[in-house]
């Protein structure tokens, strides 16, 4: 048994409202929280929960991480970009071209997302939330495969993507060139123990896979209730919270 990607997690400066924006997107169900900020549950058993948390730090770069919301045909995707405005997001210009097809968009907060046209075959099987598409590397992609004991099930030309073996959204990373991280992540995510094991040994697992220990201004008591911050490969902070 491996960590459980219990949560991905979003800093945000109105976690109530950016719940908001996206259980109206997704359809997802808001959730009691354990700490404090809000959380949605996916509307079916093969994705994992997303988490809004505060935080006072302002965006100032295009996050590692986005969605990629797919579509069955064009007047589905049409009506996803009409949902998303009306509750509240914004078309932003990243470089795309008029021929790639998808929608960008920022969220209220400015986190970025794409809406993309139908037919992707990539995604096919993946449902309305197809993607988190990740600017990394391959050897992020390989860690993130063994620490949740996720299948790979794209290797190729340095990019990688991983699926639960339930289903559900895949986790993909681009490959080089991987942009610079000048700041702290806005989005990460959150691990739990798996049932029945301390975390302490899930985390010297997580570090012998290439994990690091970092501070980020954390509490650095050894409150057991306290969540452990940790390092991916590329330096991406992750939560290893208490075992549930």
Known sequence: MTAQLH???????????LAEFWAGVLGFAPVE???????????????????????????????QAHFDLTSTTAETQQETVARALALGARHIDVGQTP????????????????????GNRFLADCGFLGA???????????F?????????????????AIRSPHGGPKVTW????????????????????????????????????GATRIDIGQDQSDDPAAPLVLADPDGNEFCVLPAH
């Open 144 to 160: 993130w495969s063994k620490a949740l004991d996720w299948p790979l099930v794209w290797d190729q030309d340095e990019e990688t």
């Open 99 to 118: 021929e790639e097809g998808h929608t960008v968009l920022a969220d209220p907060e400015g986190n970025e997302f794409c809406v993309l046209p139908a």
């Open 174 to 209: 681009g490959g080089p060139p991987v942009a610079p991280k000048p700041a702290k992540n806005r989005l990460h995510f959150d691990l739990i123990p798996p049932p029945g094991a301390d975390r302490r040994s899930e985390v010297d697992r997580l570090l012998r896979l």
């Open 33 to 63: 929280d354990p700490g404090p900020g809000f959380a949605l549950l996916p509307n079916d058993d093969t994705g994992f929960r997303l988490r809004f948390v505060p935080s006072t730090e302002q965006k100032t770069v295009p996050n």
């Open 132 to 142: 988190l598409a990740c600017d990394g590397s391959q050897k992020v992609g390989y």
């Open 7 to 17: 949560a991905l997690c979003f800093d945000a400066h109105d976690p109530g409202r």
